[in-house]
């Protein structure tokens, strides 16, 4: 006789979690011989949480410290990541009676919304001495780091110009040489702070506009002062003096927040230092106030118009060209459009657009941040580089898919682009159905408004000017001057520090992909071939460019030929 037999389905579900749990438990007793890391990974799966090992990844000081150090260690968690009200939270074991007490606080009293993540003790403690990394920092920012309002007018008395703070900083004793350094870079509006060490001295150095200007040599002993500092700040290796360092850190200048990039090289008689100063006033500059002239700012704001295609942007480094990817991303972006950058590094943030920073040490390049990106159903994507094969490849290939694209590529000018752009293995067939227009620039120092100087040059130089701009092609929309008498030069006045020159502008080529073009690019064509097709339409040079803003008094002559190279051979 067969018996039936009547299985219960919920008690089979119960018997078969309870089995696999014991298994797991079981697992966890057998790591007890493995590594903490492995044994917080079975944790993980057992309580169906991400595993994170801590070593792997950055941990923000400020982030650490919303929960105080003595209920975090008592709680074994550590706050690992803060986005508005929502947090990511580390911890040992997520069934911790003193865990879930913090917890539940976070939850109900402070009305925190959180994850969990499963992490070793070892990793607890890594996240543990932040704290002590954030007292540090916050010891040598109470020393001064942080310039307020009042820092900086106290300051500024008694100092009008560079000659007077190259007289204040020879004056200033050791405690203070840091902070009167950056203050000083601040107040002229420095992008970059060099400090040389030499045999017997230091040499500080501002760049301002562009061009490097001696500030005062400092005496040999402030050497480790300023070093230390810069590399406690920075977060850099105290102990390590033969092998280059970067880092960041930020100034809090009243209502604002200035990053620092640093970066530390060994040299012969210690260590260089070079301070990036990244102000955002720069990028947050519009698109008619970079530069552009008439009939480029037409062609500019077409394209940008355009849902697809790559707008390249050339140049040497330092030549203005993230400014104006920023400024192309700052006039589409709208609400409707989501908009992801990747840069090396991230610089400057933007509000309300997806920035990632590329990280080559860990595998995240170009090439392979930009295939992710391409799966996030962007309008618009930024790619600070197009530095290889793979990245120009799928480049080309996002902005042939529905994307709008722009990217920046080192060449000495617009033309050049295309066989760089060969030289990469781009297939010639696609790239003038992916790129709409390619833009070269330089940035040039504006004369000072307040004592540039009008004045009538040998006729010599008149006629050459005059030759020059007959060369310009006349189909654009541009008005050449045809009779020039007159031209400006640089004088100076304390207004612009005695240099003669305040501020920077760019100066640009540019050319559309025309059928005119894309016929000569499928022949493996060279540069100077592109440049006499796109002067065919209406292409104006950078020099020609530059010497236009000559004309009308934004720059002289002088700055076109320190940028752009010789414009005849007779100087002015």
Same mark, same amino acid.
């Given at each position: ?52 090992? $801590? ?27 803060? =986005? ?21 606080? %976070? ?37 001064? =780091? ?69 500030? =005062? ?26 092998? *280059? ?66 707008? $390249? ?28 950058? %990747?840069?090396?590094? =991230? ?22 941040? $930009? ?6 159903? *962007? ?41 760089? %752009? %060969? ?150």
């Amino acid at each position: 006789m067969q018996h039936l037999v009547h299985v219960n389905n919920n008690d089979s579900d119960k018997n078969t979690k309870e089995l696999k749990e014991k298994v797991q438990e079981e697992t966890i007793q057998k790591l007890h011989h493995k590594s903490e890391e492995e044994r917080a990974n079975a944790m993980a799966n057992k309580y169906h949480l991400p595993y994170v090992d $801590l070593s792997l990844i950055p941990i923000d000081p400020e982030m650490v410290s919303i929960v105080p150090k003595e209920t975090a260690q008592n709680a074994s968690l550590a706050v690992i990541y803060k =986005v508005g009200k929502k947090l990511k939270i580390a911890v040992k074991d997520p069934e911790n009676y003193e865990t879930n007490k913090v917890l539940e606080k %976070l939850k109900q009293e402070d009305k925190m919304n959180y994850t969990l993540v499963v992490v070793s003790s070892d990793s607890l403690r890594k996240a543990w001495l932040t704290y002590d990394l954030s007292t540090v920092t916050k010891r040598f920012e109470d020393q001064g =780091v942080s310039l307020k309002k009042e820092d900086l007018t106290e300051f500024e008395k008694g100092i009008h110009n560079i000659i007077d703070l190259k007289k204040r900083i020879s004056e200033i004793n050791t405690t203070e040489i840091f902070n009167i350094i950056m203050a000083g870079a601040i107040k002229t509006k420095s992008s970059d702070v060099h400090i040389e060490p030499n045999l017997d001295y230091i040499r500080l150095r501002y760049r301002v506009d562009g061009v490097l200007q001696d500030i =005062v040599n400092l005496p040999i002993k402030v050497s480790r002062t300023i070093t230390s500092r810069v590399k406690m700040l920075s977060k850099m290796k105290l102990n390590v003096t033969d092998i *280059p360092q970067d880092g960041h850190f930020s100034i809090d200048l009243e209502n604002k927040s200035i990053n620092i990039r640093a970066s530390i090289l060994p040299s012969t008689y210690g260590e260089s230092i070079v301070l990036r100063i990244l102000s955002e006033d720069a990028t947050g500059l519009k698109l008619d106030e970079l530069g552009f002239n008439q009939f480029y700012m037409e062609k500019v704001e077409e394209q940008l118009l355009k849902p697809t295609g790559m707008l $390249l942007v050339t140049g040497p480094t330092g030549s203005g060209k993230t400014t104006t990817l920023y400024s192309f991303i700052r006039r589409v972006n709208q609400p409707n459009i989501k908009i992801i950058t %990747l840069e090396n590094p =991230v610089e400057y943030r933007l509000e309300g657009i997806s920035q990632t920073e590329i990280h080559a040490d860990t595998g995240l390049t170009f090439a392979q941040g $930009l295939k992710a990106v391409v799966r996030q159903d *962007p309008d618009v994507i930024m790619v600070g580089e197009v530095r290889d094969s793979e990245t120009a490849e799928i480049s080309i290939q996002a902005a042939l898919t529905g994307h709008s694209v722009f990217s920046t590529l080192h060449t000495n000018n617009a033309a050049g682009a295309i066989p760089r %752009l %060969l030289h990469l293995k781009v297939n010639p067939t696609l790239i003038s159905p992916s790129i709409n227009a390619i833009i070269a620039q330089r940035l040039v120092r504006t004369l000072c408004e307040h004592c540039k100087e009008e004045y009538t040059p040998a006729q010599e130089t008149i006629d050459k000017i005059k030759e020059i701009l007959s060369k310009i092609p006349r189909n654009n929309s541009m008005e050449i001057p045809r009779d020039v008498k007159t031209i400006f030069r640089s004088c100076g006045c304390s207004k612009c520090n005695f240099i003669g020159y305040k501020g920077r502008i760019g100066i640009y080529e540019m050319f559309i992909l025309t059928q005119n073009i894309e016929k000569i690019i499928l022949h493996n064509t060279s540069a100077s071939e592109v440049m006499e097709k796109a002067r065919e339409d209406g292409m104006i040079t950078i020099q020609e460019d530059g010497i236009l803003k000559a004309i009308e008094g934004i720059t002289s002559l002088e700055e076109i030929r320190r940028v752009t190279g010789e414009i005849f051979s007779n100087k002015f």
